[in-house]
């Protein structure tokens, strides 16, 4: 499956827990996860992958 990395800096655990409930359930994807240094995310997605919709979802310009 693709992945597609952005370097992204989360502020804390918590705000990595709801980055990742808030994109979860984005089209096309499969797993996010946040760096143990909270300085990117990874998003493991299908071909159908929204891009603009889990940037939108992420707070990501």
Known sequence: MPQT????????????KELVAKTENV???KFVNVSS???AVVVTHGD???ESAFK?????A
């Open 5 to 16: 990395k952005y370097d992204f800096t989360v502020a804390d655990k918590d705000a990595a």
């Open 27 to 29: 089209q096309g994807v």
């Open 56 to 60: 939108s979802a992420a707070g990501i």
């Open 37 to 39: 240094d909270l300085s």
């Open 48 to 50: 159908d992958y929204d």
